[in-house]
């Protein structure tokens, strides 16, 4: 079946550091995958697509990789804020054509000042 | 734009009852989808309505069921009630995910059984 695994221990960086997140998948090709960021309480918010032909997307100081041999994304932040300390959630495209999203369990951010 | 709204913030429910959530969804947005939420868990996939037809379906049991309405604004029903049903109920909308636009997902439904 398919899987999405992330960084399951929470991740303590530094004010200033760049972050890189984790995502795996197995069984299955997704056509692109999406990444999260939610806060407590509160529902995900999007934040960058990738697709599956593309290798790197960018925006601001998010940078969004996307290796499909090694069916892996890694998701960084530069210059890294506490305002970034959040939860950030990989969400591939699912294998069906209703285009649902399949999230993994999340990776937890801390940046501390 | 309103983004998506959902109602209620928060439910108390004893088990076996039935419970309905509710969710308007962004303007111009066809698409809706719904998401169940444990606490530490990522989102599950419960299923997702398209112009007022179900086109997707997570493995959520039959006493989990949907509606999609005109206006796009949706529903979750839940029926016969179990304490495992207690999560966070997200829902979702977006212009085309097949093209690979993001969801617009509200803040939820906190549901508790007791």
């Known amino acids: 079946s398919q899987k999405i695994e992330q960084n399951s221990e929470a991740l303590n960086i530094q004010e200033g550091k760049t972050a890189t997140l984790t995502c795996n998948y197995t069984?299955?090709?997704?056509?692109?995958l999406q990444w999260y960021r939610q806060d407590p309480g509160r529902g995900p918010v999007f934040l960058l697509l990738i697709r599956e032909n593309e290798k790197e997307k960018r925006k601001e100081r998010l940078k969004v990789t996307f290796d499909t041999t090694l069916k892996q994304s890694l998701f960084h932040i530069t210059a890294s804020q506490p305002a970034d300390s959040a939860t950030y959630l990989c969400?591939?495209?699912?294998?069906?054509?209703?285009?649902?999203?399949?999230f993994g369990q999340g990776t937890t951010l801390q940046v501390k000042p | 734009e309103t983004g998506v709204t959902q109602s209620p913030t928060h439910l108390i429910k004893t088990r076996g009852q039935q419970v309905t959530l509710r969710c308007s969804s962004q303007s111009g947005h066809n698409t809706v989808s719904w998401y169940q939420q444990a606490l530490g868990q990522g989102p599950q996939f419960i299923f997702q309505y398209y112009r007022e037809e179900e086109n997707g379906r997570g493995n959520f049991p039959p006493r989990f069921s949907g509606l999609q309405f005109p206006n796009y604004s949706s529903e979750l029903n839940v029926n016969a009630l179990e304490l495992d049903d207690s999560a966070l109920y997200l829902c979702?909308?977006?212009?085309?995910?097949?093209?690979?636009?993001?969801?617009?997902f509200g803040s939820g439904t906190r549901l508790t059984v007791v």
């Open positions: 979702a909308s977006s212009l085309d995910p097949d093209r690979g636009y993001g969801y617009t």
């Open positions: 069984n299955y090709s997704p056509a692109y």
């Open positions: 969400a591939p495209r699912g294998s069906s054509n209703t285009g649902k999203l399949i």
